[in-house]
């Protein structure tokens, strides 16, 4: 069973449009999450984020708001990120053990099921 890919994607930005192109070319399931002031995204999602990043808060707030939070307990920035969503960096692809910020079209190829990401190798190397 192939997993759901959730985007989490500012909701002013449409730069993710490519990336479900993408994820759709291969037939993948997408779920797209926007976030505004007014559409906050969950408590439990920003933990989930947090959860599968290298580097924690870095990987998904914006740098230039690293400062807001740096002081906080966890808990506190975290209820900070949801309350202010503005901080978080525009595009996320997450999954129940995946994470990536941004689109970088080789990275992404890492949402890809093994059998899938063996056969479309399998097909390039062919010829």
Not at 24 to 50: A, C, R, W
Not at 66 to 82: R, S, T
Not at 87 to 110: C, P, Q, S, W, Y
């Amino acid at each position: 069973m192939e997993q759901k890919i959730r985007i989490f994607v500012n909701a002013k930005d449409t730069v993710f449009y490519e990336a479900v192109t993408w994820f759709k070319n291969y037939g993948l399931t997408v779920e797209i999450v926007k976030f505004s002031e007014t559409q906050q995204p969950k408590h439990s999602d920003i933990i989930h984020m947090l959860c599968l990043t290298e580097n924690g808060f870095p990987d998904i707030v914006k740098r230039s708001q690293l400062y807001k939070i740096e002081e906080l307990a966890f808990n506190q920035a975290v209820n900070y990120i949801v309350k202010h969503p503005k901080i978080i960096k525009n595009l996320f692809f997450v999954t129940h053990n995946k994470f990536m910020a941004g689109f970088d079209a080789k990275e992404i190829r890492r949402f890809l099921p093994r059998a899938r990401k063996r056969l479309t190798l399998e097909i390039l190397t062919a010829y």
